[in-house]
């Protein structure tokens, strides 16, 4: 008999190990694990998006009668599309803590998506499964959503909001039947042309990033920039890396000890401690020493 599917939080609770910190936003959750387990078997009632953040293991999955087997690490990024049957099992773990971020974007959310934006019927579109992918927009929304669920949503609901959405469009953008078919809204970016602008971002963190570079790499003028990256990524520019910024701030923190917070300012291009301290706060509720000191522990 066909195995009835299971919402987000009702899997979470099957879970031998809970997750360290859950969300909710409008209709999408995220649940952040400090344990991924060694293996299960369910089938969700949403479309699954999860990012592999620390640890790494060999990892057998099973969606829909196939199944793929190889070394998942960080970034690794799966999807696994609402109402398919998953089996999930890993081998030969490293030591460490396996860290791994799930967002779950319910199936009518993505169905309404597909017909305001795409015009097509939502019964003859199919978001693909991907397993243990690489996809540098996914990695980068799901450890800022990360954050925000660790946090309390320092950003505030609407930045978690936007981000989910985006990422809904990233997938099946990206990852669906639609994949090939243009959207019918018009604007925003082109996915090659956003894909050079966040690597951009991430690369150049610890120098200046000016608004006529990102320009530039977009191919529009700076006035047409600000609103076609609001509309892709669901934040204004100079917000998105100012995010990127704290995060690496929050890595550095983790990491990196000895490290002082003047020079982890330094490092992600925050011309001082109390500039850093500043953004840090609004973005998470803690001063940097804070947050170590409250990591650490």
């Not at 879970?15 to 649940?31: I, K």
Request: aromatic share 8%; with cysteine.
């Amino acid at each position: 008999m066909k195995e009835a599917p299971v919402s987000a939080a009702r899997f979470m609770k099957l879970l031998p190990d809970p997750p360290s910190a859950s969300a909710e936003w409008s209709t999408f959750s995220v649940h952040v694990l400090e344990v991924v387990p060694t293996h299960f078997a369910a089938t969700f009632s949403d479309h699954v998006v999860t990012l592999q953040e620390t640890g790494s293991f060999r990892a057998l999955q099973q969606v829909g009668g196939r199944s793929r087997e190889g070394a998942c690490g960080s970034g690794c990024v799966g999807i696994v599309p609402a109402n398919h049957a998953i089996k999930w099992e890993t081998t030969r773990r490293s030591p460490g803590i396996s860290r791994a971020t799930s967002l779950f974007i319910p199936d009518a959310f993505i169905s309404r998506v597909v017909v305001q934006d795409w015009d097509a019927e939502p019964r003859h579109v199919e978001v693909q499964w991907q397993f243990l992918a690489r996809d540098p927009v996914i990695e980068g929304v799901l450890r800022n959503l990360a954050v925000e669920a660790e946090f309390g949503s320092p950003s505030g609901q609407l930045y978690a909001e936007s981000a989910c959405e985006y990422l809904a469009h990233h997938v099946i953008h990206s990852y669906s039947s639609l994949s090939m078919v243009p959207r019918r809204s018009v604007g925003g970016l082109a996915g090659f042309r956003l894909k050079l602008l966040l690597d951009y971002i991430e690369d150049s963190l610890a120098e200046e990033i000016t608004l006529r570079r990102l320009a530039e790499l977009a191919g529009v003028s700076p006035r047409h920039f600000e609103r076609a990256f609001r509309q892709a990524v669901g934040t204004p520019p100079h917000a998105y890396v100012l995010g990127k910024r704290v995060e690496r701030a929050r890595h550095h923190l983790i990491n990196e000890p000895r490290l002082s917070v003047g020079e982890i300012a330094k490092r992600v291009g925050l011309s001082s401690s109390s500039h850093l301290a500043s953004a840090f706060r609004r973005h998470t509720g803690y001063s940097p020493t804070a947050f170590r000191r409250l990591r650490l522990r």
